[in-house]
């Protein structure tokens, strides 16, 4: 089965960078659209970042300029770099992976990462 994987939250002070990654694995033929998103305490969870299979990459308006999104085709990846960080960034982040099982679907699969904790302190 596929399964997707995340890593790199933790604890920063304001000003402070991190690169979350996520991977993904199993029976993949070929990834579509990753990305990211983030849920705050009391707060619905939002789109952050998003990278095609092509490159095209669109940015939420708080991550502009302080966020980059990439992705690595051959090993099923997709980071995100994180500087600038501020207090309004707190958030759990969450991957987000389109993907084909093989090379004849006529549809794409969706899947979740668990969930990262990102805390900047003020």
């Known amino acids: 089965q596929v399964q997707v994987a995340e890593s790199g939250g933790g604890l920063v002070q304001t000003g402070g960078s991190l690169r979350l990654s996520c991977a993904a694995s199993?029976?993949?033929?070929?990834?579509?659209?990753m990305g990211w998103y983030r849920q705050a305490p009391g707060k619905q969870r939002d789109l952050v970042a998003s990278i095609g299979s092509s490159g095209t990459i669109s940015y939420a308006e708080p991550a502009k300029g302080r966020f980059a999104i990439s992705r690595d085709n051959a090993k099923n990846k997709v980071y995100l770099q994180m500087d600038s960080l501020k207090a309004e960034d707190t958030a759990v982040y969450y991957c987000?992976?389109?993907?084909?099982?093989?090379?004849?679907?006529?549809?794409?699969?969706?899947?979740w990462g668990q969930g990262t904790q990102v805390t900047v302190s003020s």
């Open positions: 199993g029976p993949i033929f070929g990834t579509a659209t």
């Open positions: 987000n992976v389109r993907y084909k099982p093989y090379r004849s679907s006529v549809r794409e699969y969706e899947l």
